[in-house]
């Protein structure tokens, strides 16, 4: 039972614009989400995170839009640099848990 | 500051056969936790290791357990290796049992079952 779905298994953006990475949970118990991101042959790296009390979070080229309403998140990035080029995974919790779900991951293409 | 390390990097096993992972954590942090990577997938929580003991599982069999040592690093043993066992092993450490702490994560060790 998948209860965080990244629907976009992939996603290409030309390098300056705007990359809009998609992320929905079905446990309304949920109430911390994280953005981790993924280089080939490396591990998971913790990029954003995001409270329930909060409905924007903003790091940077990064923010995170949470829609509790509609169970979903997503994560901006402006403007998108090759260098972004990795799989992001959308992750949820709930406070005083101790481990997170994980969605199946997005692989972001920023084209030059 | 040393990051995770995670040992073998790539392991191959047969059927019914018994796997040792190891995890090195990040300097200063006493939390432990395993998560499993199959093909395609996210990777899902398997047990978390804190102060020597297991501090909550995932849905996974009593086939995969684990230590973890007074320096704080870690072992993953499976018994009993199924197909299915073949994922991306992924061990990651942080300063607390709690997700709001962020968590510092490995290469990975990529187990592949015949």
């Known amino acids: 039972d998948q209860q965080v779905k990244q629907n976009s298994p992939s996603l290409s953006v030309q390098e300056g614009r705007i990359s809009i990475l998609n992320c929905d949970y079905t446990?309304?118990?949920?109430?911390?989400f994280l953005w981790y991101k993924k280089y080939p042959a490396e591990g998971p790296t913790f990029l954003i995170s995001?409270?329930?009390?909060?409905d924007k979070n903003e790091d940077g080229r990064f923010t995170v839009f949470l829609n509790k309403s509609a169970k979903h998140l997503s994560l901006h990035i402006v403007p998108s640099q090759p260098g972004d080029s990795a799989v992001y995974f959308c992750?949820?919790?709930?406070?005083?848990?101790?481990?997170?779900?994980f969605g199946t991951g997005t692989r972001l293409t920023v084209i030059p | 500051e040393t990051g995770v390390t995670q040992s073998p990097t790539h392991l191959i096993k047969t059927r019914g056969q018994q796997v040792t992972l190891r995890c090195s954590s990040q300097?200063?942090?006493?939390?432990v936790s395993w998560y499993q990577q199959a093909l395609g997938q996210g990777p899902q929580f398997i047990f978390q290791?804190?102060?020597?003991?297991?501090?909550g599982r995932g849905n996974f069999p009593p086939r995969f357990s684990g230590l973890q040592f007074p320096n704080y690093s870690s072992e993953l043993n499976v018994n009993a290796l199924e197909l299915d066992d073949s994922a991306l092993y992924l061990c990651?450490?942080?300063?607390?049992?709690?997700?709001?702490?962020?968590?510092?994560f490995g290469e990975g060790s990529r187990l592949t079952v015949l």
């Open positions: 990651a450490s942080s300063q607390d049992t709690f997700n709001t702490g962020e968590l510092f």
């Open positions: 446990n309304s118990m949920f109430d911390y």
């Open positions: 995001i409270s329930s009390i909060k």
């Open positions: 992750a949820a919790s709930r406070t005083g848990a101790n481990n997170l779900f």
């Open positions: 300097s200063g942090h006493n939390t």
């Open positions: 290791y804190y102060r020597e003991e297991e501090n």
